[in-house]
């Protein structure tokens, strides 16, 4: 049984602090999703701080959804180098917020160096990169903890404090005007449509039929959007030529128009990637196909509608990586589109009982 609350926790809070806390997370959006986890359990231990979140321009909207995150505070490091510059005008913007502890994410030296430059008094993060002098609030034992999820939601406890047999699941809200204005705007009506997700970081993530899977659904009389970034532009075109007028392409840089896509479809069916963990926080039905991939370790915390793998599990399996080097991609082309069709008519045909007076 997942934490569905914040409250379901066992944490001794503390509600006389109220210095404004900071978290840096990962910034891929799948990750930066699970990090609401993190604020759900920072809002239990210190309930009258305020949270905010570092975020990049990608990820800025999904801050806008989030209960109990104050603001984003938006900045765009290079990868790949310290871009010592930008960090301190990172710092200094971090320093005038005033800060009074910062939960580091990621084990990089460079995440560290910008609050260690703001001077936030507790600077907390795992062990890594030999980061001596940048945090002052060490954590171990990172690599025993099974997943992702465990190791961040790990720092907003208190030191050595046991880990709850459930994490409070991510929550994006969307408001019901918001969805509505932006059907309008898209010109999409108000009838139920599935919503596509067809990229991943990684093409070994990429399930093979979605064309093939549009069609079906269009030909059964359902509507079709495709979502995702300006990478899933050229997919998005093959899946319309393939699907027909009931499928539209709906891709674009905006990650906003994503989220609200997620928050407006009927279902949502997902590689697992960013837009996954989206639409399952979101609360829409979600199917999410995985195979190089394990659900264990990666799948959101929501839960899903249904968790869809090849019937015959590979010796390869999860590999995790994100070009297929074994196997000819089996993991992913041994899942027809026809066995997806019928999940997805049987979660469309149980929402339908539920919605019913």
Known sequence: MKADSPEDLEIVSDADDSRPVLIVPYMWIGDFVRGHTVVRVLKQRWPNRPVDMLVTTLCAPLVDYMPGVRAGVVWDLPRGRLALRQQWGLSRQLRARGYGTVLIMPRTWKSAIAPALAGIPERVGFVGEARFGLLNRWRWGERALPRMIDRKASLALPAKAERPPEWPAPQLRVPGEDVIRWRQAQGLGSGPAVALAPGAVGSSK??????????????????????GGPNEKAIAAEIVATGGSRVRDLTGHDLRNGILAMAAATLAISNDSGLLHVAAAIGTPTMGIFGPTSPYHWAPLNGLAATIQAKTPLPCQPCHRPVCTRNDHRCMRDIPAAEVL????????????RAAP
């Open 342 to 353: 019928a999940i997805a008519e049987r979660v469309l045909a149980e929402t339908r009982e």
């Open 206 to 227: 990429r399930w093979t039929y979605y064309a093939e899977l549009a069609r079906m659904l269009a030909e059964h009389g359902i509507d079709v959007w495709v979502i």
